[in-house]
């Protein structure tokens, strides 16, 4: 069956679905949290609930380009820390799923960016602020670590936008600019790996959503390769305060959808 009648999707739907998609990609190889708006433009067109399992076969080509072009920058004793928190929130957004309406899904996690792009606001403004990734061996980065790891499974699985939480994380940990994006790289990826069997489960991945991943993929690749290139183009500072940005207007949008 022919995708786009499958999901009654017009011409103009499909360009929008395939914007956003290119911004899929340049969020993963440049300014991480900015496909919050990916996430938007999805729910719009789509079904609010389906949305969620047809970006996330998207967003894990995005991962894929991201791990293959920062792949020597990550810190992996971070990721080890967020993993098992990140699984705990992964856990409590299925089991809020089964339960949670689009309403209060999009209200908690809009709730929640702005809680974290405040907070890092506000640790910026503090003499200790730029820390180094080594920070999260102390007992106050582990429980940081774990906080924030918790959240950031929770908003992943319930509405993709866990990317800002992390986004907040790294920042706020001391992550300069590539080092960011290469532990965010494989971050996502394992983690949105991990979410395929949760979201099958729940029926929001099956095969009429990948016929329509798959057009939508193509249009990841330009979007990844204009990131690559527009990173090394953005000092640290513009390069923060665009993910903060980001964020913001994700938060934002998740409380007035």
Same mark, same amino acid.
């Given at each position: 069956?022919?995708?786009?009648? *499958? ?5 103009? =739907? ?22 919050? &708006? ?19 076969? #998207? ?45 209060? &899904? ?6 929640? *960016? ?35 790891? &918790? ?19 790294? *920042? ?20 949105? #790996? ?12 099956? =095969? ?16 990844? *390769? ?32």
């Amino acid at each position: 069956m022919n995708t786009m009648t *499958l999901w009654h999707i017009s011409g103009w =739907g499909f360009a929008a679905l395939a914007f956003a998609a290119l911004l899929v990609g340049f969020s993963k190889t440049a300014v991480s949290g900015a496909n919050t &708006v990916s996430l938007a433009v999805f729910a719009a067109v789509l079904p609010a609930r389906a949305s969620t399992g047809i970006l996330l076969p #998207v967003l894990i080509t995005g991962d894929v380009l991201a791990v293959l072009t920062y792949r020597r920058h990550a810190h992996w004793p971070t990721l080890w820390r967020l993993f098992p928190a990140v699984a705990a929130g992964v856990v409590a957004g299925t089991l809020f799923l089964m339960w949670a309406d689009d309403g209060i &899904v999009r209200t908690s996690i809009g709730a929640i *960016l702005l809680l974290m792009a405040g907070v890092t606001l506000w640790r910026r403004r503090t003499p200790d602020a730029a820390r180094a990734p080594e920070a999260v061996t102390t007992r106050t980065g582990r429980a940081k670590a774990r906080s924030y790891g &918790v959240l950031g499974g929770f908003t992943t699985m319930v509405a993709n936008a866990g990317g800002p939480v992390m986004s907040m994380y790294l *920042l706020s940990a001391g992550f300069r600019k590539l080092g960011f994006l290469g532990t965010s790289a494989f971050f996502f990826l394992i983690v949105n #790996v991990s979410k395929v069997p949760f979201s099958a489960g729940l029926g929001l991945i099956d =095969g009429r959503s990948l016929l329509l991943d798959a057009a939508l993929a193509v249009f990841v690749v330009p979007g990844a *390769l204009f990131g690559k290139w527009a990173v090394k183009r953005i000092n640290q500072r513009l390069f923060e305060q665009l993910v903060i940005a980001a964020t913001i207007v994700g938060g934002v949008q998740l409380l007035l959808r």
